[in-house]
T-cell receptor, first 112, second 115 residues
Framework: KQEVTQIPAALSVPEGENLVLNCSFT??????LQWFRQDPGKGLTSLLL?????REQTSGRLNASLDKSSGRSTLYIAASQPGDSATYLC???????????FGAGTTVTVRA | EAGVVQSPRYKIIEKKQPVAFWCNPI?????LYWYLQNLGQGPELLIR????????DSQLPKDRFSAERLKGVDSTLKIQPAELGDSAVYLC?????????????FGPGTRLTVL
């Protein structure tokens, strides 16, 4: 069974600092890896999707890397803003069953 | 374009009572998912539909949970009877197809509290 771990569980930084969120997974047989954002009381919003053949994806201030062989992904958020405060979830899609397995998330607080 | 719609947004019930959640996916999306999200955890899949067929319900506790997707559009998830441990957020998601690099679009969820 795929196990997804996110470290740290919570993070508080001053505005303007860069954020680094880590995700690890146990089974490297993945189809893709996604990073989601979840605001309190809201559903999940997809931020970035990295195919298993790719090494990274970028969208604006967000950059996600994938090292499938070591079972790791990192989400970088440059020049953080208070509006970036949310919970960030990592999810891997299995290559055989296409099932999404989620980590528990990292809750980010950006202080103004 | 409207996103995934779920209702109700919040529900408080006494234990042993029945409860039902409704989901309307994005128009044209063939695949619909129900997830359970406990506090401080990531979502876990309960059931996946492709059109009106439940293709993966291995994680659905069938003694008390049931789901249906009549006509392959909207779906209902039911719990009968509810237990204290069922308190959680129930998320619905949809995607264009079930396989491949399809992004799943999530609804806002229904927060269930069982007293």
């Amino acid at each position: 069974k795929q196990e997804v771990t996110q470290i740290p569980a919570a993070l508080s930084v001053p505005e303007g600092e860069n954020l680094v969120l880590n995700c690890s997974f146990t089974d490297s047989a993945i189809y893709n890896l996604q990073w989601f954002r979840q605001d309190p009381g809201k559903g999940l919003t997809s931020l970035l999707l990295i195919q298993s053949s790719q090494r990274e994806q970028t969208s604006g201030r967000l950059n996600a890397s994938l090292d499938k062989s070591s079972g790791r992904s990192t989400l970088y958020i440059a020049a953080s803003q208070p509006g970036d405060s949310a919970t960030y979830l990592c999810a891997v899609q299995g290559a055989n069953d296409y099932k999404l397995s989620f980590g528990a998330g990292t809750t980010v607080t950006v202080r103004a | 374009e409207a996103g995934v719609v779920q209702s109700p947004r919040y529900k408080i019930i006494e234990k042993k009572q029945p409860v039902a959640f409704w989901c309307n996916p994005i128009s044209g999306h063939n695949t619909l998912y129900w997830y359970l999200q406990n506090l401080g955890q990531g979502p876990e899949l309960l059931i996946r539909y492709e059109n009106e067929e439940a293709v993966d319900d291995s994680q659905l506790p069938k003694d008390r949970f049931s789901a249906e997707r009549l006509k392959g559009v909207d779906s209902t998830l039911k719990i009968q009877p509810a237990e204290l441990g069922d308190s959680a957020v129930y998320l619905c998601a949809s995607s264009l197809e079930g396989q491949g690099a399809d992004t799943q679009y999530f609804g806002p969820g229904t927060r269930l509290t069982v007293l």
